[in-house]
């Protein structure tokens, strides 16, 4: 049985991680056709027009947030409290076993539904469910079937967890709490919660490591390195801050809370530099609206969704450049030709709708002119909220451990498009505002 799930005899070398291992179930999932498109999604879009190095793809991020969430699952089954020893499974155990396979092959799982392109026009061709309504209907689709016959057919590793579906368990935890919840209405238990948080989780999510980690080492851009190795060491199932003994969070060690502030500062400074770098968002902006023009329609099914990728896109793109009566043609020239791109412009709090459309119509442009968006005003962020543990067993909320971490900017900015003809009149409009 511990054969059946430790033994790895392949394995593949990652520029951030070094050697990945990996067994002959995962090679299946690896091997299958929704994993390998991957290999043709560019995980920051199409920012290396901005930053040329930035050409990785959700391929090695899937790998690499596999190989960071084992070892963070080690470290939290390891390193256990006495006040939650009853809860974490031991290593070795049926229930560790079982738990350590569905952790890496929803790591593996979480990125399959992506557009091409990840993020770029994901918010408008795919509402509000995102991504992971679709990484749902990818894993419960025919082509990975045979991955999970053989993964419910390896020897009896199910024996003492008859209690469970391991298919159901992969899904859970590659989408998180939230998003299972808005698709099946269920909750989750409070060890799916942990186990979940560990891929998932909005603060130490290996998700969120891996890709600061690997968008700072591809793009140069060296804000997103932190002391992550200090972080996972610290890594604990802790009582929560608030409700003691009675619910159980991922929180951290004191050790570790150094760690914990780089992960915020790297993360603020790498939205600030590349995710909401002006040109970035000038070049997402008319990939955004090429993509609107020509693919709301063609998201019906599983097989025209994996049939999609980068190099379709870039394809139609470069044609769409070329001939004015195809759809987007003026958005295929300004990211192919590098012509007439509008500019981004971040916008200040005191700048509304309103004010905009002001504008717009006092100046008398049109939607082919200018365009914006906002986002939702969201409630204050409970990000500082997981427990710390500090010396002789005490636990605090980590925004009263920390100055710093209450310090750091978290808001999303709002923004401008505006057509190179116009953009000195709205600049003039947006200093006098």
Same mark, same amino acid.
């Given at each position: 049985?511990?054969?059946?799930?430790?033994?790895?005899?392949?394995?593949?070398? #990652?520029?951030?991680?070094?050697?990945?291992?990996?067994?002959?179930?995962?090679?299946?999932?690896?091997?299958?056709?929704?994993?390998?498109?991957?290999?043709?999604?560019?995980?920051?879009?199409?920012?290396?027009?901005?930053?040329?190095?930035?050409?990785?793809?959700?391929?090695?991020?899937?790998?690499?947030?596999?190989?960071?969430?084992?070892?963070?699952?080690?470290?939290?089954?390891?390193?256990?409290?006495?006040?939650?020893?009853?809860?974490?499974?031991?290593?070795?155990?049926?229930?560790?076993?079982?738990?350590?396979?569905?952790?890496?092959?929803?790591?593996?799982?979480?990125?399959?539904?992506?557009?091409?392109?990840?993020?770029?026009?994901?918010?408008?061709?795919?509402?509000?469910?995102?991504?992971?309504?679709?990484?749902?209907?990818?894993?419960?689709?025919?082509?990975?079937?045979?991955?999970? @016959?053989?993964?419910?057919?390896?020897?009896?590793?199910? !024996?003492?967890?008859?209690?469970?579906?391991?298919?159901?368990?992969?899904?859970?935890?590659?989408?998180?709490?939230?998003?299972?919840?808005?698709?099946?209405?269920?909750?989750?238990?409070?060890?799916?919660?942990?186990?979940?948080?560990?891929?998932?989780?909005?603060?130490?999510?290996?998700?969120?490591?891996?890709?600061?980690?690997?968008?700072?080492?591809?793009?140069?851009?060296?804000?997103?390195?932190?002391?992550?190795?200090?972080?996972?060491?610290?890594?604990?199932?802790?009582?929560?801050?608030?409700?003691?003994?009675?619910?159980?969070?991922?929180?951290?060690? !004191?050790?570790?809370?150094?760690?914990? @502030?780089?992960?915020?500062?790297?993360?603020?400074?790498?939205?600030?530099?590349?995710?909401?770098?002006?040109?970035?968002?000038?070049?997402?902006?008319?990939?955004?609206?090429?993509?609107?023009?020509?693919?709301?329609?063609?998201?019906?099914?599983?097989?025209?969704?994996?049939?999609?990728?980068?190099?379709?896109?870039?394809?139609?793109?470069?044609?769409?450049?070329? #001939?004015?009566?195809?759809?987007?043609?003026?958005?295929?020239?300004?990211?192919?030709?590098?012509?007439?791109?509008?500019?981004?412009?971040?916008?200040?709090?005191?700048?509304?709708?309103?004010?905009?459309?002001?504008?717009?119509?006092?100046?008398?442009?049109?939607?082919?002119?200018?365009?914006?968006?906002?986002?939702?005003? #969201?409630?204050?962020? #409970?990000?500082?909220?997981?427990?710390?543990?500090?010396?002789?067993?005490?636990?605090?909320?980590?925004?009263?451990?920390?100055?710093?971490?209450?310090?750091?900017?978290?808001?999303?900015?709002?923004?401008?498009?505006?057509?190179?003809?116009?953009?000195?009149?709205?600049?003039?409009?947006? !200093?006098?505002?």
């Amino acid at each position: 049985m511990v054969k059946d799930f430790l033994y790895a005899d392949k394995k593949i070398y #990652d520029s951030v991680h070094g050697f990945i291992p990996f067994d002959e179930f995962e090679k299946e999932l690896i091997d299958s056709l929704p994993f390998q498109r991957l290999h043709y999604i560019h995980q920051l879009g199409i920012a290396y027009l901005v930053y040329p190095g930035a050409t990785h793809t959700r391929f090695e991020h899937s790998l690499g947030v596999m190989s960071l969430a084992t070892l963070m699952f080690e470290k939290i089954c390891k390193s256990v409290r006495p006040d939650v020893f009853h809860f974490v499974p031991r290593k070795g155990s049926t229930d560790f076993l079982y738990w350590r396979r569905v952790i890496r092959m929803a790591a593996l799982c979480h990125d399959l539904g992506h557009l091409p392109f990840s993020h770029v026009a994901e918010k408008e061709l795919l509402g509000a469910m995102g991504h992971e309504y679709w990484t749902l209907k990818v894993i419960d689709s025919p082509y990975l079937t045979p991955v999970w @016959e053989k993964l419910k057919n390896a020897p009896a590793y199910l !024996e003492d967890l008859t209690g469970r579906n391991i298919l159901e368990d992969i899904k859970k935890i590659s989408v998180g709490e939230n998003k299972w919840s808005e698709v099946t209405g269920q909750t989750f238990s409070p060890w799916e919660r942990i186990v979940s948080e560990v891929i998932t989780g909005d603060f130490f999510g290996a998700d969120r490591i891996d890709y600061l980690l690997r968008d700072a080492k591809s793009t140069g851009v060296a804000y997103g390195l932190f002391d992550y190795h200090q972080l996972i060491e610290s890594l604990r199932i802790l009582p929560s801050a608030d409700h003691g003994s009675d619910e159980l969070q991922l929180g951290i060690d !004191e050790n570790g809370l150094e760690s914990s @502030e780089a992960l915020l500062l790297a993360r603020h400074f790498m939205h600030r530099r590349i995710y909401q770098y002006s040109s970035v968002k000038a070049y997402n902006f008319h990939l955004r609206r090429y993509m609107l023009a020509n693919y709301s329609k063609k998201l019906d099914n599983v097989e025209e969704f994996l049939a999609l990728s980068d190099t379709d896109v870039t394809s139609a793109l470069n044609k769409a450049a070329k #001939d004015p009566k195809l759809a987007g043609h003026a958005d295929a020239k300004c990211v192919i030709f590098r012509q007439h791109r509008f500019r981004a412009i971040a916008l200040s709090d005191n700048v509304s709708k309103e004010d905009l459309e002001n504008f717009k119509t006092r100046h008398k442009l049109t939607d082919a002119d200018i365009d914006w968006e906002f986002h939702k005003a #969201d409630l204050p962020p #409970d990000r500082l909220s997981f427990p710390v543990s500090r010396r002789h067993l005490v636990i605090q909320k980590a925004k009263d451990c920390s100055d710093l971490l209450l310090k750091v900017p978290s808001k999303k900015e709002n923004w401008v498009y505006i057509s190179p003809e116009h953009d000195l009149e709205l600049v003039n409009f947006l !200093e006098h505002k």
